[in-house]
């Protein structure tokens, strides 16, 4: 366990559907990262947020998809009308801005499946 | 942040030493190694970073060329719970809002 919450663990939607993820970090960890991971490939980067602030969200970020983290603690993933495409791991990953020593803590993910 | 180049799978044997090979010939002076694992159905974990010097912690060791054009994770005695795809990334230090890049990384398969 490393401290990051993730949840639900499983998701199962139909196509079209809204679903909406939630992460609770590290309690002192002021950055907070979304990633996506298919079957077979390596975590996608998805946004970046420091504090309550979101400052990165890459390509892959369709205007389906939004992340909030309001008060700079916990943090949703919402995506809208969702596609079997959507379907993957998403993990949320936090850290502490200190040193070259940062290290990243992930969670466990939030599989979903679109049907 | 730099490319780094991964066999796909390795295999070891349970009690021996596992040592992972990562590339990295683009690096750049301000960037460090990191090593991260997953295991199956769990995200990814931390195991150890570097800059140019050999680190060693209670997971594994990292030894880094003098050219830090690639570098070698070592797990001295491999588990059937060391099973799992390793990831090597190379990032600047404490960036920390510039992402970690993963690749595919190499999954490892400990035999019994």
């Known amino acids: 366990d490393t401290g990051v919450s993730q949840d639900p663990r499983h998701k199962i939607t139909k196509r079209g559907q809204n679903v909406t993820f939630r992460c609770d970090p590290i309690s002192e960890h002021n950055r907070l990262y979304w990633y996506r991971q298919t079957l077979g490939q390596g975590p996608e980067f998805l946004t970046y947020f420091q504090n309550e602030a979101q400052l990165e969200k890459s390509r892959l970020l369709s205007d389906r998809f939004s992340a909030e983290r309001p008060k700079g603690s916990f943090s949703t993933l919402e995506i809208q009308r969702t596609e079997q495409g959507d379907s993957a791991m998403y993990l949320c990953?936090?850290?502490?801005?200190?040193?070259?020593?940062?290290?990243?803590?992930f969670g466990q993910g939030t599989r979903l499946t679109v049907v | 942040d730099a490319k780094t180049t991964q066999p796909p799978s390795m295999d070891c044997a349970e009690g021996r030493a596992a040592n992972l090979p990562c590339n990295h010939s683009?690096?750049?002076?301000?960037?460090?190694v990191y090593w991260y694992r997953q295991i199956h159905s769990q995200g990814p974990q931390y195991i150890i970073h570097g800059l140019k010097n050999n680190e060693t912690n209670e997971m594994a060791s990292l030894i880094i060329t003098e050219d830090r054009k690639s570098s070698t994770l070592i797990l001295p005695h491999a588990t059937l719970r060391d099973t799992a795809v390793y990831y090597c990334?190379?990032?600047?230090?404490?960036?920390?809002?510039?992402?970690?890049?993963f690749g595919s990384g190499t999954r490892l398969q400990v035999q019994p």
């Open positions: 990953v936090s850290s502490l801005a200190r040193d070259s020593r940062t290290e990243a803590f």
């Open positions: 990334i190379v990032r600047v230090g404490d960036t920390g809002r510039r992402a970690l890049t």
């Open positions: 683009t690096i750049s002076g301000n960037e460090y």
